[in-house]
Nanobody, 125 residues
Framework: QVQLVESGGGSVQAGGSLRLSCAAS????????MAWFRQAPGKEREFVAA????????YYGDSVQGRFTISRDNAANTAYLQMNGLKPEDTAVYYC??????????????????WGRGTQVTVSA
């Protein structure tokens, strides 16, 4: 059974930083893309970033490009999201996700089959 567990959320002031972690279990971690999505109240779930199985290739949503960095440690079965230069509009619940198919890098949330429960990030002005 695949499980994804996020941690590291919290409250910060604008301009601050947070690092989210996603611990995965239940299958061979190094075969699957890991991604982060976020959902603010009243809005659709939004793609934030994805990193391919090897860690070589990563992709970002336009709103976080240049401020956020996704990474992974395949030996530790963990993915990370380093968030710098946080803005109030980054406030949302952040979800870790992974597809059921190996060796693909989807960006559409409908192609992700496994999700964590989310961690709240709140950025104050």
């Amino acid at each position: 059974q695949v499980q994804l567990v996020e941690s590291g959320g919290g409250s910060v002031q604008a301009g601050g930083s947070l690092r989210l972690s996603c611990a995965a279990s239940g299958r061979t971690f190094g075969r699957y893309t890991m991604a982060w999505f976020r959902q603010a109240p009243g809005k659709e779930r939004e793609f934030v970033a994805a990193i391919a199985w090897s860690g070589v290739n990563s992709y970002y949503g336009d709103s976080v490009q240049g401020r956020f960095t996704i990474s992974r440690d395949n030996a530790a079965n963990t993915a990370y999201l380093q968030m710098n230069g946080l803005k109030p509009e980054d406030t949302a619940v952040y979800y870790c996700a992974s597809p059921s198919q190996s060796f693909v890098v989807p960006r559409d949330r409908r192609e992700y089959n496994y999700w964590g429960r989310g961690t709240q990030v709140t950025v104050s002005a």
